[in-house]
């Protein structure tokens, strides 16, 4: 079964800095992965999704994610953090051809500091 | 376009009560989701229907959950009777299709508290 563990329960960055999310994926076969956005008292918001094409996936807000299948990985970024990225993210997994069901990480709540 | 609708936005209630939302998809979706996310965790799949047939209900717990999507479009799902591990947001999403290609489109969701 697919599962997904996201580093860091808790991010903070200054205004301007690097963004990084760590996603760390399990799954016997290739998967689909997907990085949503979640902000204050609303649903979530897809942000980029990898489905098997380029390893490299630009997202909506300048974020960008990429699929490195030797370390498991689909970390997100964003070269220059703002202050409306404030919000949690959660990294999904699917199995290609499984269940097709959306496995969510436990996610990571994102402080942009003045 | 309008988005996913879901109500009531909050409800509280005693354990043991009934409860019911509801979820209207963005029109044309037909694949609606219903997913239960528990405060600090991500969201965990109760039920997928494709138009108003269940696809997968695997994680839902029958004894007390409930859930249909008569005619295909609005869908209720229902807590007969709650528990306070119930207490949750519990987020209805729609997509075109099936297909994990396929954007699914979350609604703000209705917070639940059981007391």
């Known amino acids: 079964a697919q599962s997904v563990t996201q580093l860091g329960s808790h991010v903070s960055v200054s205004e301007g800095a690097l963004v990084l999310l760590r996603c760390n994926y399990s799954s016997s076969v290739p998967p689909y992965l997907f990085w949503y956005v979640q902000y204050p008292n609303q649903g979530l918001q897809l942000l980029l999704k990898?489905?098997?094409?380029?390893?490299l996936v630009k997202g909506i807000n300048g974020f960008e994610a990429e699929f490195k299948k030797s370390e498991t990985s689909f970390h997100l970024t964003k070269p220059s953090a703002h202050m409306s990225d404030a919000a949690e993210y959660f990294c999904?997994?699917?199995?290609?051809?499984?269940?097709?069901?959306?496995?969510f990480g436990k996610g990571t709540k994102l402080t942009v500091n003045p | 376009e309008a988005g996913v609708a879901q109500s009531p936005r909050y409800k509280i209630i005693e354990k043991r009560q009934s409860v019911a939302f509801w979820c209207n998809p963005i029109?044309?979706?037909?694949?609606l989701y219903w997913y239960q996310q528990i405060l600090g965790q991500g969201p965990k799949l109760l039920i997928q229907f494709q138009n108003n047939g269940v696809v997968d209900d695997s994680q839902l717990p029958k004894d007390r959950f409930s859930a249909e999507r008569l005619k295909g479009v609005d869908s209720t799902l229902k807590i007969q009777p709650a528990k306070l591990e119930d207490s949750a947001v519990y987020l209805c999403?729609?997509?075109?299709?099936?297909?994990?290609?396929?954007?699914?489109?979350f609604g703000p969701g209705t917070r639940l508290t059981v007391l």
């Open positions: 029109s044309g979706h037909a694949t």
């Open positions: 999904a997994v699917s199995d290609q051809g499984g269940s097709e069901k959306l496995v």
């Open positions: 999403a729609s997509s075109v299709m099936a297909f994990l290609t396929d954007t699914q489109y």
């Open positions: 990898y489905t098997s094409a380029a390893t």
